[in-house]
């Protein structure tokens, strides 16, 4: 989904050149976004050129409002075990990072 929308357009075989999937997989995916209301791609098959920016609204809205939660599950979990020591830690190493992030 990401990488259709950083892409406001895109055939089958660069989206699965972007992905570094199959062409067989990709389409198996795109078929079941289909089927869950989340991509709507008319005529994919007859068409070169398909996930035109007005067909991705659902993606979006999934990326958007769905998305940071499900990424950020993990983390939050982990950081819901870490003890004391280990949180002092993790925010010294975020520190150093955010320093050598700033050197750039």
């Known amino acids: 989904m990401q990488a ?3 892409k406001n357009g ?11 999937m ?16 989340m991509l709507e791609t008319p005529g994919r098959h007859s068409r070169p050129s398909l996930y035109q ?15 940071p ?5 993990p983390i939050v979990r982990a950081l ?6 280990e949180c002092e830690t993790i925010i010294e190493g975020l ?3 955010r320093r050598l992030m700033e050197q750039d």
């Open 10 to 20: 895109m055939s089958l075989k660069d989206l699965s050149a972007a992905v570094g």
């Open 53 to 67: 920016d007005r067909r991705l609204q659902a993606v979006r809205d999934y990326m958007r409002n769905e998305m």
């Open 22 to 37: 199959a062409h067989s997989t990709v389409s198996g995916i795109v078929d079941r976004l289909e089927k869950r209301g």
């Open 80 to 85: 819901q075990r870490a003890n004391p020591t």
């Open 69 to 73: 939660s499900i990424q950020l599950q």
């Open 4 to 6: 259709l929308i950083e």
């Open 95 to 97: 520190r150093t990072l």
